[in-house]
């Protein structure tokens, strides 16, 4: 059984301007709900003619990564920035964890690259445990929809 990396690599997150307009911009994307957290999630082409294909300044593409990932805690829920970077860090660990439910199901499709944004909305802070709960059953149902 080969090892699969467990890291969440500069790759894999998603910071590019012009595919996060496309993910959250006109039509395409889908969201889906499970309290506290939405997610926002986009397949897209990654050819050569391709917005997400364009290169960055160091010369690569930002398509290295079959999927990319960003988190959202908005203002509005935690005044404190340390609460807002706990559950940040809450889910980013719990996609690291389970990401491979989702690179699986998209590595099966050619030239195609999956945006997935997960925005938190609730005011309380939840454990740990639920946040991992909720974060693998979003990636299951993404899974089943690409």
């Known amino acids: 059984m080969e090892e699969q990396e467990q890291g969440l690599r500069k790759a894999e997150r998603l910071c590019s301007r012009k595919l996060i307009d496309m993910l959250f911009g006109a039509g395409g994307s889908h969201a889906m709900t499970a309290f506290p957290l939405k997610v926002v999630y986009r397949l897209v082409d ?9 290169a960055d300044a160091r010369g690569k593409t930002s398509a290295e990564a079959k999927v990319q990932v960003m988190v959202s805690v908005p203002k509005k829920h935690f005044k404190r920035a ?9 889910v980013r660990e719990a996609y690291r964890k389970h990401k491979y439910a989702v690179i699986d199901k998209v590595g099966e499709t050619a030239g195609k690259q999956l945006l997935v944004a997960f925005i938190w909305l ?12 909720r974060v693998l059953n979003l990636l299951e149902r993404i899974g ?3």
Not at 82 to 90: D, E, I, L, P, S
């Open 82 to 90: 340390v609460k807002r970077n706990r559950v940040k860090r809450q």
């Open 144 to 146: 089943e929809r690409i």
């Open 122 to 133: 609730s005011d309380e802070l939840a454990d740990s445990v639920t946040v991992e709960k």
């Open 46 to 54: 990654t050819e050569p003619s391709g917005v997400s294909s364009l």
